[in-house]
């Protein structure tokens, strides 16, 4: 079983793929993970990325690209899988279909946790007032910038999955259990998991 998760900055993406990991026993391809993992030991493509990342921005799609073909070279693909965080714009999305088309497997879920713009920016703003800030683009500043380039940028990539009928949007105002069960409702539905 292979899915996408889609959410705002603050939506609780990282919460629900972690969830869904375990539940189905999937492995993660988190891109926002990949990418902070090279900032963090200092590779050449770290240091690339890091002012991009650093700013709110989306990091160049041919890095992007890079780091998946390498990343699904080397996991076992017959595991379902999960992408988090990626595609994050329109070619992204396309290029995603390529690969997917080249190795013959499938697309069974698209998940869009959908919050409310107004409790996504008060989320934000507690979540930056906290005083643990475990990430660097965690301020507020960079959130409400996060939160521009997932509109601008992110967004439409929906409208791609609607057209493919694989979109379900999930109410992601919810607690976190809720959220977790209407996801796992509708995979258990549709999809017979061993
Ligand atoms: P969140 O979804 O909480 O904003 P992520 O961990 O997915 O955070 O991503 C953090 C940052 O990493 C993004 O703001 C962006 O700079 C970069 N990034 C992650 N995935 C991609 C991607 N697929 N394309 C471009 N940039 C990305």
């Given at each position: 079983m292979n899915?996408?998760?889609?959410?705002?900055?603050?939506?609780?993406?990282?919460?629900?793929?972690?969830?869904?990991?375990?539940?189905?026993?999937?492995?993660?391809?988190?891109?926002?993970?990949?990418?902070?993992?090279?900032?963090?030991?200092?590779?050449?493509?770290?240091?690339?990325?890091?002012?991009?990342?650093?700013?709110?921005?989306?990091?160049?799609?041919?890095?992007?690209?890079?780091?998946?073909?390498?990343?699904?070279?080397?996991?076992?693909?017959?595991?379902?899988?999960?992408?988090?965080?990626?595609?994050?714009?329109?070619?992204?999305?396309?290029?995603?279909?390529?690969?997917i088309n080249?190795?013959n497997i499938n697309l069974d879920f698209?998940?869009?946790?959908?919050?409310?713009?107004?409790?996504?920016?008060?989320?934000?703003?507690?979540?930056?007032?906290?005083?643990?800030?475990?990430?660097?683009?965690?301020?507020?500043?960079?959130?409400?910038?996060?939160?521009?380039?997932?509109?601008?940028?992110?967004?439409?990539?929906?409208?791609?999955?609607?057209?493919?009928?694989i979109?379900?949007?999930?109410?992601?105002?919810?607690?976190?259990?809720?959220?977790?069960?209407?996801?796992?409702?509708?995979?258990?539905?549709?999809?017979?998991?061993?």
């Amino acid at each position: 079983m292979n899915i996408i998760l889609f959410g705002a900055p603050g939506a609780g993406k990282g919460t629900q793929a972690n969830f869904l990991i375990n539940e189905f026993d999937l492995t993660q391809i988190s891109t926002g993970d990949m990418l902070r993992n090279s900032v963090e030991s200092r590779t050449e493509l770290g240091k690339q990325v890091e002012s991009f990342m650093a700013s709110g921005d989306l990091v160049p799609d041919n890095i992007i690209f890079s780091l998946i073909t390498e990343r699904l070279n080397d996991i076992d693909m017959k595991k379902g899988f999960i992408f988090d965080g990626f595609p994050r714009n329109l070619k992204q999305a396309q290029k995603l279909d390529e690969i997917i088309n080249s190795i013959n497997i499938n697309l069974d879920f698209v998940f869009h946790i959908d919050v409310d713009e107004k409790i996504l920016t008060s989320r934000i703003e507690n979540r930056a007032k906290q005083e643990k800030i475990t990430r660097k683009d965690d301020t507020s500043e960079v959130l409400i910038e996060r939160l521009k380039v997932y509109n601008r940028d992110t967004k439409p990539v929906l409208d791609h999955y609607a057209n493919q009928n694989i979109l379900n949007v999930i109410d992601g105002m919810g607690t976190i259990d809720e959220v977790s069960s209407n996801i796992s409702t509708i995979i258990k539905k549709d999809f017979k998991v061993d």
